[in-house]
């Protein structure tokens, strides 16, 4: 089983429409959880970090569920420049040394008119 | 201030030729990573420095690949001899790590596209 898994999309949304992605992962031991935002053939950008308690920013709402190992980005209001892939990573102690940190494949959002 | 820089953004060269590729990361970021970007496994740790020096080198796939860091402000990837399943976007990334636990944000470069003939 993959460390962090999601689901690659795309989800095709219209404008105006909320849209919801889950990520799961599969260490226990995970400690730090983050939304990144890549657009088409540019790098990742953070997009927010996720709270033990929920956070959200504008539109956006992030959320971890610590029991069933998964974490959630709400997207609420689309808007066409919110057509992205949506990467999720989680973070873990690495024995003895730094964070491990791992990448999801992500998903991919198309908002259309 | 200026982002983490990477060179050459694109680069097209023949099976067995030796690559390399360049980082500038933030100055004043104390961890570098190197990525390798493709559309089937995603983007995959290569290997990550903090204050210069190699933590995990796990995800190198072979002998082939080698990074450096000889000081805080550059580091390469280096693929000797390189192959066409070698092609992809390799991202360096930067940031300000402290303790045990990362809780900062990674700072991406541009990417250099990389293409095996």
């Known amino acids: 089983r993959k460390e962090v898994e999601q689901d690659p999309g795309p989800f095709n949304v219209p404008e105006g429409a909320t849209v919801a992605f889950n990520c799961t992962y599969s260490?226990?031991?995970?400690?730090?959880f983050f939304w990144y935002r890549q657009d088409c053939r540019k790098e990742p950008k953070l997009l927010m970090s996720v709270y033990s308690s929920g956070n959200e920013d504008g539109r956006f709402t992030a959320q971890l569920n610590r029991a069933s190992q998964y974490i959630s980005l709400l997207i609420r209001d689309s808007k066409l420049s919110d057509s992205a892939t949506y990467l999720c990573v989680v973070v873990r102690a690495n024995t003895g040394t730094a964070s491990k940190l791992t990448f999801g494949t992500g998903t991919r959002l198309q908002v259309t008119l | 201030d200026a982002g983490v820089i990477q060179s050459p953004r694109h680069e097209v060269t023949e099976m067995g030729q030796e690559v390399t590729l360049r980082c500038k990361p933030i100055s004043g970021h104390n961890s570098l990573f190197w990525y390798r970007q493709t559309m089937m496994r995603g983007l995959e740790l290569l290997i990550y420095f903090n204050n210069n020096v190699p933590i995990d080198d796990s995800g190198m796939p072979e002998d082939r690949f080698s990074a450096k860091m000889p000081n805080a402000s550059f580091s390469t990837l280096k693929i000797q001899p390189s192959e066409p399943r070698d092609s992809a976007v390799y991202f360096c990334?930067?940031?300000?790590?402290?303790?045990?636990?990362?809780?900062?944000?990674?700072?991406f470069g541009e990417g250099s596209r990389l293409t095996v003939l």
């Open positions: 990334a930067s940031s300000l790590f402290s303790g045990m636990v990362y809780t900062g944000e990674l700072f």
């Open positions: 260490n226990s031991a995970s400690q730090s």
